[in-house]
């Protein structure tokens, strides 16, 4: 029974994770046009640090200074600041020129890269199903680019700079991904993440114009906190999805994320279309979309769902 419980609970963790995470772009879009990619990526992680700092401290789960004693920690911390402060600032930027749709649509990337590198850098092997899995991917991102896929090619319009800069955030983020996996053998996912806040928030200060924030309206103001909180509950509530489900179902949970994107945009154009745009689709461009997740999905989890059924037995008639 309790199993049951933590299942259901790890799945509303995981669902929690990607409602969240596919509502960010839609707020960061509305804030880029006054505040610059680098300013609004600081403002996320110094709210991000502040909440997560109170609630380690109250559970007295605080980094300690001999967890920090390691040449090899230093090192792995370092290189994984730079690359989710490059992913989040290259993710902001790309929402300058391109829809929140399409930005997480191309961070399904991510998931290849990660792939890739994992070959090469843990010695892994690419299994049949993962191979299957970036066909399918790619598949799904020529029928999502459909329309604009020799544009983006071609030429460097505004818009293929926007996946441009996509494209870039999703190989930073694979380099901040390893990163992290090598550190969890050191320290807890919560611990890495504060001490990764504050090093961007070091890193990004002397690019910061933090007197931006007076260009900001009330409304943008309401979803530049709800940035800063949705990233340390989407990342809170993916750690403890972990926890209580399989590793393999909340990954295939987190790869729904681009469609949570594209509802989110679709219904706030249809509710306040003065304030939202409507995803830039053909019926082609939306099939590509979820293509790309089952893609992404199977890149992630398809072993195991044929592993099960290699295992299940096979009952005679």
């Known amino acids: 029974m309790n199993l049951k419980n933590d299942a259901t609970i790890g799945f509303l963790l995981a669902l929690t994770t990607a409602v969240l995470w596919g509502s960010v772009p839609i707020a960061v879009r509305e804030i880029v046009p006054n505040m610059s990619p680098v300013t609004l990526v600081w403002y996320r992680f110094i709210l991000s640090f502040s909440l997560l700092l109170i609630i380690l401290a109250l559970k007295h789960q605080l980094p300690q200074k001999k967890q920090f004693m390691n040449s090899r920690v230093l090192l792995l911390l370092f290189i994984a600041t730079l690359g989710l402060a490059g992913n989040f600032t290259l993710f902001s930027a ?73 494209v870039c955030a999703a190989t930073v983020w694979v380099i901040y991904g390893l990163a992290q996996k090598i550190l969890l053998k050191d320290l807890k996912s919560p611990q890495i ?3 990764l806040y504050f090093g961007c928030l070091t890193l990004l200060f002397p690019f ?7 260009n900001l309206s009330l409304f943008q103001l309401l979803l530049l906190g709800y940035c800063g909180i949705n990233t340390i509950v989407g990342y809170g509530a993916l750690a403890e999805a972990m926890n209580r489900w399989q590793v393999s179902q909340v990954s295939a949970m987190i790869t729904l994320t681009p469609l949570f994107t594209l509802i989110f945009s679709d219904i706030l154009a249809l509710l306040w279309p003065q ?7 053909n019926i082609l461009g939306y099939i590509g979309a979820f ?3 089952a893609g992404a999905m199977f890149t992630a989890v398809g072993h195991h769902v044929i592993k099960k059924r290699k295992n299940r037995p096979h009952h005679s008639a």
């Open 291 to 293: 293509v790309v997740v």
């Open 208 to 214: 910061a114009q933090l007197s931006e924030i007076m």
């Open 94 to 166: 790309a929402l300058l020129y391109i829809s929140p749709t399409v930005t997480q649509v191309v961070a399904q990337l991510s998931s290849v890269g990660l792939l890739l590198a994992g070959l090469i850098v843990f010695k892994e092997r690419l299994k049949p199903s993962q191979i299957l899995g970036v066909i399918i991917l790619i598949i799904g991102l020529g029928l999502f680019f459909n329309t604009s896929i020799i544009e983006i090619l071609t030429q460097l319009t505004t818009y293929s700079k926007g996946v441009l800069l996509a």
């Open 275 to 281: 304030i939202f745009l409507f995803p830039e689709l």
């Open 193 to 195: 993440l504060l001490i």
